[in-house]
C-alpha cells in the first residue's frame, strides 16, 4: 500500500508573513499618531484610550502593541529621536568637516525648531514633564538629548582639530551655548511669538563663533 505523502503548503507561511507585516504597518500607524498627538499635549496627555480613539480601534486593539501606556511613551521618544537624526543630524553630514558641517547642524536645527513651533518639541516638553519624575520615560528621554548633545559636541571638537576653531576652545562650553541658543529660540518663537527669535538665535551662534575663531 503506497501512502501519499502530505503536500506542503505555502500559504500558511505566507498568511503569516502578511499578518506580522500588517501588525508592523499597525503598529508604526499608532506610534505616528502618538507622536502627533504628544506634541500638542506632550507626552503624559498620552493613553491607551486617546491613541484608540483616534485611531478608531478598540483599547484591546492598542494594548496588543503597547502592552502599557509607559512602553507607548518610550516609542514615541524613540521615534521622535529617529525623525530628529533624519532632519537635522544626517543631512548635516554631507557639509564638510569642521565649522561647515558645524554651521550646517545649527541651521538643521533651527529649521526643525521654526517648524515645531506650532506643535512643539518632545525634548523640551519632555524634559518639563519629566525632570524630576525618575524611571524608564525620563531615561529615554535623556539617553536622546544626551546622543544628540554629544553629537553637537563632537562637531565642535572636529571644527577644532580642523583648525577652523582656535586650539585651546572650550568645545564644552560652545556646545552648551549651541544649545542654550535654541531653547532661546523656542521659548521667543513659541511662547513669546517673538519675529525676531531666529535672527537673534544666529545671531548669537556667529558671536560664538567669532569669540572662538583662531
Known sequence: MTVATPRRSHAAPAAAGRGVHKGQQTKA????????????????????????????????????HFGSREELQISVVREYHERFEREVFYPALK????????????????????????????????????????????????DTVNTWQAAIHRAVEIAIAEKHLKADADAAQIAFEI????????????????????????????????????
Open 29 to 64: 500607524a499608532i506610534i505616528d499618531a502618538a507622536l502627533a498627538l504628544a506634541s500638542q499635549v506632550g507626552l503624559e496627555g498620552l493613553s491607551i484610550g486617546a491613541i484608540a480613539e483616534v485611531m478608531q480601534m478598540s483599547k484591546s486593539g492598542v494594548f496588543a
Open 95 to 142: 557639509a564638510p568637516r569642521g565649522l561647515p558641517r558645524l554651521r550646517t547642524l545649527f541651521d538643521n536645527w533651527m529649521r526643525q525648531t521654526s517648524d515645531e513651533i506650532d506643535s512643539g518639541c518632545i525634548y523640551i516638553s519632555g524634559a518639563v514633564e519629566f525632570d524630576d519624575r525618575p524611571g524608564p520615560v525620563r531615561d529615554a528621554l535623556v
Open 179 to 214: 544649545h542654550g541658543l535654541i531653547l532661546a529660540l523656542h521659548y521667543e518663537a513659541r511662547f513669546l511669538r517673538s519675529p525676531l527669535g531666529l535672527q537673534r538665535a544666529r545671531q548669537g551662534f556667529d558671536n560664538i563663533l567669532a569669540r572662538n575663531l583662531p
